[in-house]
Structure formats: C-alpha cells, structure tokens
C-alpha cells in the first residue's frame, strides 16, 4: 500500500517507478517510489483526473508504467523519461 508520501500539490504526483535501491541512491525530492510493475497500486490512493508524472533510469519503465496507467482510465500521465531529464 502507498501509506504516507509526499504530494508535488494535492492534486499533482510525482512517481519514481525504478527499484527502491535506485530511489534511495538518488531520487527527486517528494517523489513517490513504486516500481513500473506495481504501478496500479495508486488506484485507491490517487484520483484519475490527477497529474502524475513517471520517471525512472532512461525513459523505458516510465513509459510502461504511462501506458499501464492509461490503460486503468488515467488521463493526464506525463512520463519525464530518464531520471536526469525528469529533474530539470
């Protein structure tokens, strides 16, 4: 489950989908961390209307977790692509 994290705004996220080993060597500040293959675990927690931005190492996991997001009815996913793009 997501338990507490923390919220870019209340209603935009910000989701690191690489393993919790790289999100804990480096991550973008109020970032919430969830695997690319957990992703639709945000389902109870974030609303579908909400922004979400994805990101993971080089682009290639943010945009599996976009399209499985998009997919579970949420419409307004940004995938960031790779970390050191995200960050700017």
């Keep these: 489950m997501l338990g507490s994290f923390y919220v870019f705004s209340s209603d935009t996220?910000?989701?690191?989908?690489r393993t919790s080993q790289e999100h804990q060597s480096g991550h973008i500040e109020s970032s919430l961390n969830i695997e690319w293959q957990n992703i639709e675990t945000i389902s109870n927690a974030i609303k579908k209307n909400d922004?979400?931005?994805v990101?993971?190492?080089s682009g290639n996991r943010s945009g599996k977790a976009k399209s499985i997001l998009e997919k579970l009815g949420y419409n307004n996913v940004i995938n960031l692509g790779g970390i050191e793009e995200a960050s700017q």
């Design 13 to 17: 996220y910000i989701i690191d989908v």
């Design 51 to 53: 922004k979400i931005y």
């Design 55 to 57: 990101y993971c190492r």
